[in-house]
């Protein structure tokens, strides 16, 4: 009978087992349909394909640590994107400040634990790593992955393959304090504890292994959390014996179970306070716990809840300065650790300066730590040779003092001595900042978007301000703050004086209004139209802008220099440069020359007597280029003489010049690939931004050009590119607008028409089947490299082109810009319900079979007991009539 009990409870136990594992795995995969996900970079090409991910949650904790790590992976140059998995409820997601702070992948919150209610953030992570893999497009491009931890500072790139990184063979940093790897832990957890590697914070791996890998360490991070019998500290090593490291062993069990051996460093990580290796140099800072330098300290877990990236200004304590700490410590060793503490924390406060500035915020009184700061965020050189140098003007300073000499000597020797310091501590490219000016409306919204995007992946430094003109009544009803950083200005397209409507003149008055209120250091500016794409970095250094000389490409139709025009409206009428489009203009310049855009571009407006095209160029002598001529005339003025540079620029239609692979793509202008044609001003009055899976015609498959014209070919390939950017661009805007949710909502019904009515197709007919989100993966990877995905690159983000993979004619109107015919569906969440409700039922049945078959053989028990029961009494019934019958015949036969 206990035999039977305990099956009974071993089978109960296992049932509720599968069920809790099955809704973990539904939770986790299921969330890409109920979040929407972040920015997703382009794919790299090889030999790079290098990925950088890191896991953080919904707050301000994690937000400053954000900032430093992504600074300090900006100024280290480590390869490749990086992506934060951003884990959040809902709840979090609508107040949540920080979704700009990093490129981003929204994750559903594991904090509490979906079916057992168990708080433990750190779960977050595999848990993170794991949606990454399965919902990211990015996952589909990458051979080598880097995993770091929020509070971390790189301090020089992290290249897997220099760092001896194989397949099967990890790299990581050692956290000896793993104990469990030796003890009863990994014998419980692992079948392979002789596997069991005691390593953490830094992971580098090939992309394959970390594929096999995640699964396990979600589980094994699971098992081991609910294994609280061996959270004792003597067992897993965790200083407060509460199952905290629980993540980290997960990871260890995860890689023994499918066979990673890890080489393990102590050199690539250090956590500021430790004593480095003597002659290495640790490539990563970690400051997961406290430290100090003299009386100053430093313990993350004082910021919890600290408002530093959204309070302006503020920064973290001040460290001692590279002197102060030279002077506390003699041993070589031991300053260098010092030096690295100090290191530490002003990254984080050099990304929070960076930060701030980028939101506007205004400058911050001066300081000479201040000082101090902006001079290392400009310098190349580190704490060491800042010391170096620092000694070596100290000593051309006083050498200077004693000397007599003439007056000339002395000054010719210490500007020589200036310049040396300069070119040691200033080894540093200008600082830019990239504007571009619009208006409240969704024509400037689709455009917005496919800039910004193309930003984020060309490289190009510094940051990006949107200039955004609107009205008062404008601004109540506009959707799209958070389509970029932005500037508001008050609109001028109608003149406040003159009444005149001209929507151009915003430009130039929307970059005075950003010079008057805007605290900034940058040196040099690059003004863009936002009907542009940025393919590659477009800096000063690169196309030789300096201050007097700014740099921008030809606009030859501007004839109004050669002739009455600039005569009429400049004084230097030779100095007028036939330019515009992208300027790359030093700040001072730049400064002086707004007013005097501003004033001529409405001098020219108003000049209606010239507006004739044989005048101005205009090809519809209305007047509308006069902003550009204001532009040209207003440099004139100040004697500002371009460099003219055509390869910069190229309107998508033209065919470039032969080796030029031009920075950026203007598509002004109207152009084509075949009978395939592109036009801005087609979609003016289209809402592409808020409404769900809007995107533009899909151009020509690159493989179908046919052209041996190598020109003709470039020529069609960066057309197509350009239309794909911005198509990309707004894919992964609706994405990360929540687009799939409602994808999810709607029912799928065939798009062709036959006889005038809608059909199903058995490819719609599989999506609503439940193979839903393989095909929105697959589309995804179509975008990026179609020949890996399997699936025609036709298809875009869940609409498709005139033919599908299956050769089904489809409806081309939903390319067009018209409102798309709405599309009807289940949510995921009755997904979830009925998901569950099969699950509990399963659950069910298995007790309900368990207790059955014990309730029969109970039963068949108690009737076999009552048959030997009634077999017993019948014997003894018998025995007694036998003796009745012989007592009744001795008695009947007894002598009288």
């Not at 905290?244 to 690539?268: C, N, P, Q, T």
Request: with cysteine.
């Amino acid at each position: 009978m206990a035999f039977v009990q305990y099956n009974i409870s071993y089978a109960i136990l296992r049932a509720w087992q599968l069920v809790v594992t099955l809704m973990v795995i539904c939770h986790v995969c299921a969330g890409a349909r109920d979040f929407p996900e972040g920015h997703i970079t382009t794919p790299q090409l090889k030999p790079w394909r290098l990925h950088t991910l890191f896991s953080v949650e919904c707050n301000n904790y994690f937000d400053w640590q954000t900032v430093g790590l992504m600074h300090s992976y900006k100024k280290s140059g480590q390869p490749g994107p990086i992506t934060r998995l951003l884990s959040c409820t809902k709840e979090q997601l609508q107040d949540y400040k920080g979704m700009d702070l990093a490129p981003t992948h929204v994750v559903p919150s594991m904090s509490r634990h979906p079916v057992t209610g168990d708080w433990y953030p750190a779960i977050n992570k595999p848990a993170g790593v794991v949606h990454w893999l399965n919902h990211s497009a990015e996952a589909q491009n990458v051979d080598w992955v880097v995993i770091l931890d929020a509070d971390m500072i790189i301090r020089s790139p992290i290249i897997p393959w220099e760092l001896g990184v194989e397949k099967g063979r990890p790299v990581s940093a050692s956290y000896g304090y793993l104990i469990g790897c030796d003890n009863e832990l990994a014998k419980l957890h692992t079948k392979h504890p002789e596997y069991c590697d005691k390593v953490g914070g830094l992971l580098a791996m090939q992309f394959d292994d970390l594929w096999a890998l995640a699964p396990f360490w979600l589980s094994k991070t699971e098992e081991v959390r609910e294994d609280r019998a061996h959270w004792a500290t003597n067992i897993t090593g965790d200083i407060y014996g509460q199952g905290w490291i629980s993540e980290m062993y997960g990871y260890s069990f995860g890689a023994a179970e499918v066979g990673l051996r890890h080489k393990i460093s102590d050199d690539l990580m250090i956590y500021p306070g430790y004593i480095p290796t003597p002659g290495f140099e640790p490539i990563l800072l970690h400051y997961g716990l406290p430290f100090h330098v003299g009386n100053w300290s430093f313990d993350k877990a004082n910021y919890h809840t600290d408002n530093i990236v959204y309070d302006c200004n503020r920064l973290f304590a001040a460290p001692p300065f590279p002197k102060e700490v030279q002077m506390m410590e003699q041993d070589e060793n031991k300053f260098r650790a010092l030096l690295l503490s100090i290191e530490c924390i002003n990254t984080v406060n050099e990304g929070l300066i960076l930060h701030h500035e980028k939101h506007g915020c205004l400058e911050p009184p001066k300081s000479e730590y201040l000082e101090f700061l902006k001079t290392m965020l400009n310098s190349s050189v580190g704490y060491s040779e800042f010391l170096t140098q620092s000694r070596t003007n100290d000593l051309a300073t006083e050498k200077l003092e004693g000397l007599v000499l003439d007056k000339d000597a002395a000054a010719d020797n210490l500007l020589k001595d200036k310049e040396e310091q300069q070119s040691i501590i200033q080894k540093s490219w200008p600082k830019i900042h990239t504007l571009f000016s619009v208006e409240c409306s969704s024509y400037f919204d689709w455009q917005t978007v496919g800039l910004v995007h193309s930003f984020e992946l060309s490289g190009q430094p510094g940051y990006i301000t949107r200039l955004l003109s609107c009205t008062e009544e404008d601004l109540k009803n506009y959707k799209g703050m958070d389509l970029a950083p932005t500037h508001l200005v008050p609109s001028m397209s109608t003149h406040p004086l003159t009444g005149d409507r001209y929507p151009a003149i915003n430009k130039p008055a929307a970059v005075l209004h950003w010079l008057n209120h805007v605290v900034t250091e940058v040196d040099f500016l690059i003004v863009m139209d936002a009907d542009m794409i940025l393919r590659g970095p477009v800096t000063p250094w690169d196309f030789g802008a300096e201050r007097g000389h700014p740099v921008s490409v030809p606009y030859n139709y501007l004839i109004g220099c050669d002739n009455e025009l600039a005569r009429i409206h400049t004084r230097n009428p030779e100095a007028c440069d036939k330019v515009g489009g992208i300027i790359i203009i030093h700040i001072e310049d730049l400064r002086a020359l707004a007013p005097l855009w501003l004033h001529k571009t409405e001098q020219v407006r108003a000049d209606k007597a010239h507006w004739a095209t044989n005048i101005s160029g205009d090809q519809y002598g209305k007047g509308w280029i006069s902003e550009m001529y204001g532009y040209a005339f207003g440099a004139a003025e100040l004697n500002l003489r371009h460099q003219i540079r055509d390869d910069i620029m190229l309107y998508p239609g033209y065919i470039p010049f032969e080796g030029v692979e031009p920075p950026v793509l203007h598509y002004g202008l109207e152009f084509g690939v075949g009978n395939w044609k592109f036009n801005k001003a087609h979609w003016t009055r289209e809402d592409m931004t808020n409404i769900c899976w809007r995107m533009f015609p899909e151009p020509p498959d690159p493989s179908s050009l046919a052209t041996s014209d190598r020109g003709e070919l470039r020529r069609d390939q960066i057309s197509i590119e350009c239309i794909t950017i911005l198509n990309k661009a707004l894919y992964l805007h609706h994405k990360k607008r929540g687009c799939l949710d409602e994808l999810d909502q709607e029912v799928k019904e065939d798009v062709t028409e036959s006889g005038g009515k809608l059909q199903n197709t058995p490819l719609l007919r599989e999506v609503t089947d439940g193979r839903q989100a393989e095909l929105e993966q697959n589309e995804i990877k179509s975008l990026i490299n179609p020949s890996r995905s399997g699936i025609s690159a036709e298809k875009i983000g869940g609409k498709f082109s005139d033919k599908n993979s299956s050769g089904i004619q489809v409806n081309k109107s939903m390319f067009e810009p018209k409102h798309s015919r709405p599309i009807v569906g289940i949510s995921p969440r009755y997904w979830m319900v009925a998901l569950w409700t099969i699950l509990v039922v399963f659950f069910l049945v298995v007790i309900s079979t368990t207790y059955s078959r014990h309730h029969s053989t109970v039963q068949k028990q108690k009737l076999q007991q009552l048959k030997l029961r009634k077999q017993h009494a019948a014997n003894l019934n018998g025995e007694s009539s036998n003796s009745r019958h012989m007592n009744d015949y001795i008695v009947s036969h007894a002598r009288p």
